[in-house]
């Protein structure tokens, strides 16, 4: 079984900052990838930010200068510190890790529960 959890949601004034961590644990083999993505009611989960085991990152274009992504490998986790927030950016935020559990089955894609961000004055 593998689990990650999310914490570090809550409500944050617009220009306001957070910083999310989501630790993965159980069985893992090997990690490839871990990231963020996001979903507001009536729409679908959309990318936030992604980070390779080798540190290449892939972030949406509508975060690309406010949020970081970082990894810490050896405790399997990752973060998104997230800057000069918006209210565009409410939504829940799960985390996504992309590995093996065992060495004799395929990569796959894991998820958080999610965890709230709410922008709001």
């Known amino acids: 079984q593998v689990q990650l959890v999310e914490s570090g949601g809550g409500l944050v004034q617009p220009g306001g900052s957070l910083r999310l961590s989501c630790v993965a644990s159980?069985?893992?083999?090997?990690?490839?990838?871990m990231g963020w993505y996001r979903q507001v009611p009536g729409k679908q989960r959309e990318l936030v930010a992604t980070?390779?085991?080798?540190?290449?990152?892939n972030y949406a274009d509508s975060v690309k200068g406010r949020i970081t992504i970082s990894r810490d490998n050896a405790k399997n986790t990752v973060y998104l510190e997230m800057n000069n927030l918006e209210p565009e950016d409410t939504a829940v935020y799960y985390c996504?890790?992309?590995?093996?559990?065992?060495?004799?089955?395929?990569?796959?894609?894991?998820w958080g529960k999610g965890t709230l961000v709410t922008v709001n004055s």
């Open positions: 996504n890790a992309r590995l093996k559990a065992v060495p004799w089955t395929d990569v796959m894609d894991y």
């Open positions: 159980g069985s893992i083999f090997r990690i490839n990838a």
């Open positions: 980070m390779s085991n080798g540190g290449i990152t």
